[in-house]
């Protein structure tokens, strides 16, 4: 059955790898500018700095998994786009946290989507923290942009952290090696915000597990849940019933559809 058999064979090339991977280059580049530049970066490699559509400045890091990061937030996706039942709520000058900064991406979505007074970004790797650095002092705006160079738990303390990965590094699981940094306990920090931003990559669980979350201050949440460390089989169920058990309203739940294993979950208080 030759039908069969292209739609088979049209269905492998849109899954290869290099495929996807060109997809992704072009979303990037279309949220970059100068473009060419960007496209020249790629072949080059190293950090560049580039200009936004919507304002602001990135500083990627070329042949990396940042080129994610930039189509995630910035491309058609826009993952970090409020529900529409939270404009309101979202409107006037708002305090955030963001927990998991990496190079301040998110950070820098906020500051041109929000009327931002003040934010402050949590980032514990090292490799990580000096671009986020960098992207404070590039865009200007140290007045309202602050950097902890942390990580964020339930608990105050070092940690055993696995650094290096880009946007995958993360808490050490038990028995795995890694370096010791220093952690801060969400509910010791001033939580009366706005918004609060988490992709702490498998930490979120410990915060969502902790029975003061039903205490937190934030008004928003926008969460990104992973399989790594879930209490349950199902992540996604648990996600929501954690929060919703902590006085949290879902407003958006997002699974993404590649495997299952992370979604997007936007709740605030009633």
Same mark, same amino acid.
């Given at each position: ?6 739609? +088979?064979?049209?269905?492998?090339v ?31 490699? *190293? ?6 559509p919507?304002?602001?400045? !990135?500083?990627? %890091? ?24 939270? !404009?309101?709520?979202?409107?006037? +000058? ?8 990496n ?13 931002? %007074? ?10 990580? #923290? ?6 404070? +002092?590039?865009?200007g705006? *140290? =007045?309202?942009?602050?950097? +902890? ?5 339930? $608990? #105050? ?20 090696? *890694? ?8 509910? =010791?920090? =001033?939580?009366? /915000?706005?918004?609060?931003? /988490? =992709? ?9 597990? $902790? ?6 201050g ?9 399989? %790594? ?29 590649p495997? *299952? ?10």
């Open positions: 059955m030759p039908g069969r058999r292209s739609r +088979q064979i049209a269905r492998a849109l899954r290869h790898p290099l495929r996807r991977r060109l997809r992704r280059l072009r979303l990037a580049a279309a949220a970059l500018r100068p473009r060419s530049r960007f496209l020249v970066g790629e072949l080059r490699g *190293g950090i560049r700095a580039y200009a936004l919507a304002g602001g400045i !990135a500083l990627v %890091r070329h042949r990396s998994r940042d080129i994610d990061l930039v189509v995630e937030i910035f491309g058609p996706r826009r993952a970090y786009e409020p529900p529409a039942s939270l !404009a309101a709520r979202l409107a006037g +000058q708002l305090r955030v946290l963001d927990l998991g900064g190079i301040g991406l998110f950070a820098i979505f906020a500051l041109q989507r929000y009327d931002v %007074r003040a934010i402050t970004s949590f980032e514990p790797d090292p490799e990580n #923290a000096a671009l986020l650095a960098r992207a404070i +002092q590039r865009n705006v *140290g =007045d309202r942009w602050k950097l +902890q160079s942390v990580a964020v738990s339930n $608990d #105050a303390g070092p940690i055993r952290f696995v650094a290096g990965r880009l946007l995958e590094s993360r808490r050490a699981d038990p028995g795995e090696d *890694g370096v010791q940094l220093p952690a801060v306990d969400l509910f =010791d920090l =001033d939580h009366d /915000v706005d918004l609060i931003k /988490v =992709d702490i990559e498998g930490g979120e669980w410990a915060l969502l597990g $902790d029975p003061r979350l039903s205490s937190l934030a008004r928003t949440i926008v969460i990104e849940w992973h399989g %790594r460390g879930a209490p349950d089989p199902d992540p996604h169920a648990a996600a929501l019933g954690l929060l919703q058990r902590a006085g949290y309203v879902i407003h958006l739940d997002e699974v993404d559809p495997h *299952g294993h992370t979604g997007l979950v936007w709740a605030a208080r009633p």
